[in-house]
């Protein structure tokens, strides 16, 4: 399977500013998605990240809260903006292989204050 | 109704034990399910797709149930290193484009 990586692994960040994630795979994917665990939940998927035209938002996300870029088949950034600490999530990189196979990155942790 | 919903759990069996979970789907159109284990501060890791014909990979067998709508999982032989959450995971449009609903997860503790 393709290989992940996430920067940062952990962040601290004060409420009303922005922080952007990097996903960056080993091989091309033609799909990679983007999702948050909040506390104690499970996976949510916030959105798809296509490249070469804006990613697709699930209900709930919006695009000016979570900007995300896709400007090769290895890699994504994912931003939450104007943080609050309901943003305090784990947030997860995956791909998809084949056969709508996922692999996910080790995440992100975020902490808003 | 939840599209994904998993047993509440939590499970806790001694080793030795062997335990099932299962995982229910309201999308009827759903093509592809998985489970994932989730270790503590860690990301899913894939541990099986579940097909038709179910299928196994030593300890751990995979079931599809599409008339009842749910999959499920079954643990034999439970090792401590088993204890993890259990997550099962449905691609509720059943395209190529992977998106992927997740159950709420089942926690799974192996004891002594």
């Known amino acids: 399977s393709a290989v992940i990586s996430q920067k940062p692994s952990r962040d601290i960040c004060q409420r009303g500013t922005s922080l952007t994630i990097q996903c960056q795979v080993d091989?091309?994917?033609?799909?990679m998605f983007w999702y948050r665990q909040q506390p104690g939940q499970s996976l949510t998927l916030i959105a798809t990240a296509n490249q070469g035209s804006e990613a697709t938002y699930e209900s709930g996300f919006v695009i000016d809260k979570f900007p995300i870029s896709r400007p090769n088949l290895t890699f994504s950034t994912l931003t939450v903006s104007n943080m609050s600490p309901e943003d305090s999530s784990i947030y997860l990189c995956?791909?998809?292989?084949?056969?709508?196979?996922?692999?996910f990155g080790p995440g992100t942790r975020l902490t808003v204050l | 109704r939840k599209e994904v919903e998993q047993d509440p759990g939590p499970f806790n069996v001694p080793e030795g034990a062997t335990v099932a979970f299962n995982c229910t789907y309201s999308?009827?159109?759903?093509?592809?399910f998985f489970w994932y284990r989730q270790d503590c501060r860690k990301e899913p890791k894939l541990l099986m797709s579940v097909y038709s014909s179910g299928n196994e990979d030593g300890r751990f067998t995979a079931q599809l149930n599409r008339a009842s709508q749910y999959i499920s999982l079954l643990i034999r032989d439970s090792k401590l290193s088993d204890s993890a959450t259990y997550l099962c995971a449905v691609n509720p449009v059943g395209t190529s484009y992977g998106k992927l609903t997740f159950g709420q997860g089942t926690i799974l503790t192996v004891h002594p």
């Open positions: 091989s091309q994917v033609t799909m």
């Open positions: 995956s791909v998809d292989e084949y056969s709508d196979t996922q692999y």
């Open positions: 999308n009827s159109a759903s093509q592809s």
